[in-house]
């Protein structure tokens, strides 16, 4: 999965240690020692920020690139990918600003996802709304 995310450092930081902080602290970093860690490599599962880019006429803003390997998510599971994703990711003090700019999912993962149990029709008749947006 690909994400680019727009990024405002706090002054001082870096873009490509903040880049680094999304990747890690929205895959497997965390604040604390978590003692699972020593169980399995980590390098497998973790967010890597590949690509950082200047924003053009935007002063200290930057688009982050990160990408995450498929077995960091639960097949099936939208709430699951965001959760990782943007979950946690927002409020880090290296940070200014934070903004999910685009995400790319691969065909191969969209596919695991169930969809709705019915369609929008039965979403009209419960809710007698023809003709327009719900």
């Given at each position: 999965i690909l994400a680019a995310?727009?990024?405002?450092?706090?002054?001082?930081?870096?873009?490509?240690?903040?880049g680094a902080a999304v990747a890690a602290e929205s895959s497997t970093g965390t604040w604390t020692t978590v003692w699972t860690d020593g169980l399995t490599s980590l390098d497998r599962y973790k967010g890597r920020c590949y690509h950082i880019e200047a924003v053009v006429g935007e002063d200290n803003q930057y688009i982050a690139y990160v990408a995450y390997p498929l077995d960091l998510?639960?097949?099936?599971?939208?709430?699951?990918?965001?959760t990782s994703i943007v979950g946690n990711v927002f409020g880090f003090k290296a940070l200014?600003?934070?903004?999910?700019?685009?995400?790319?999912?691969?065909?191969?993962?969209?596919?695991?996802?169930?969809?709705?149990?019915?369609?929008?029709q039965v979403e009209r008749d419960k809710l007698n709304k023809y003709g327009r947006p719900l």
């Open positions: 995310f727009r990024v405002t450092p706090q002054p001082g930081v870096p873009p490509e240690e903040a998510f639960e097949e099936g599971s939208v709430t699951n990918m965001f200014r600003a934070l903004r999910l700019e685009d995400l790319r999912i691969p065909t191969s993962y969209s596919k695991t996802f169930q969809g709705p149990p019915h369609g929008i």
